[in-house]
C-alpha cells in the first residue's frame, strides 16, 4: 500500500509510518508537500482538524499511486481551568480514495502562558516562539516542544503516531464503523 503524507517535515512522515507498518506488511509512505488551507498556527478545534484533512486530501490528490493521504495538525485548543487557557493537540486525518475521513486525537500539553500569549497576539507559530525560548532551530523537525518540556521522555514522533493511530481506529474495524445500512 503507498500512503501520502501532506507535509514535508520528517517528523510526521516517521509517525505515519511506524503506524502503519504495524498492521500493514508492505507500506510505502511518501512525502508530499502541500499547502495548508488553515494559519500557519490553527486555532482551536475546528480549525486543526480542518487543516489535518486539508493536508490528507491534498497529499491524496497529488500522489496519484496512494490508497490513502494522512495529515497531521497541531494546534492551540482552549482548555478551561489549565494554566494558560490553552493546550497544543495533534489531530490526524486519513482520506481514503472513496473520500471517507477518519479523525484521531492525540495527547494535549499545555505551553506556559507567555508563550501562548506571544502566538495569539502575533498570531505567529508555536515553533518560530519556543525556537527563540530554547534556541533550538527546527524544534518541531526534530523533538518537538513536548520533548522539550517532557525532558526528553515523549518526541514529536511519539506523540503523532499516537492521533495517527487513533484516525486508524475505525480503519482497523472498518465492519463496525463503516456499517451500510440497508433500507
Known amino acids: 500500500m ?18 502503519f507498518s504495524k498492521f500493514l ?5 511518501i512525502m508530499k508537500e502541500v499547502q495548508s488551507i488553515v494559519p500557519p498556527q490553527p486555532i482551536g ?7 489535518a484533512i486539508g493536508r490528507a486530501r491534498r497529499a491524496l490528490e497529488l500522489e496519484g ?15 478551561p481551568h489549565s494554566i494558560s487557557g490553552w493546550m497544543d493537540q495533534q489531530y490526524a486525518a486519513i482520506v481514503d480514495r472513496r ?22 497576539s502575533a498570531r505567529t507559530e508555536v515553533g518560530k516562539v519556543m525556537e527563540g525560548l530554547t534556541g533550538i532551530e527546527g ?20 506523540l503523532s503516531e499516537i492521533a495517527v493511530l487513533m484516525a486508524m481506529i475505525p480503519r482497523l474495524n472498518e465492519e ?8
Open 65 to 79: 499511486r496512494a490508497e490513502m493521504g494522512v495529515g497531521i495538525e497541531a494546534g492551540l485548543v482552549p482548555v
Open 99 to 120: 473520500w471517507r475521513v477518519t479523525i484521531g486525537g492525540g495527547p494535549s500539553f499545555e505551553y506556559p502562558a507567555g508563550v501562548v500569549r506571544k502566538v495569539l
Open 139 to 158: 524544534l518541531g523537525r526534530k523533538q518537538g516542544a513536548i520533548g522539550y518540556f517532557s525532558k526528553g521522555a515523549l518526541d514529536r514522533v511519539s
Open 176 to 183: 463496525r464503523y463503516f456499517i451500510e445500512t440497508k433500507q
Open 45 to 51: 478545534v475546528e480549525e486543526t482538524i480542518r487543516g
Open 25 to 29: 506488511p508492505q507500506v510505502e509512505v
Open 2 to 19: 503507498i500512503v501520502a503524507v501532506g507535509s514535508s517535515n520528517p517528523v510526521k512522515v516517521q509517525a505515519v509510518m511506524n503506524v
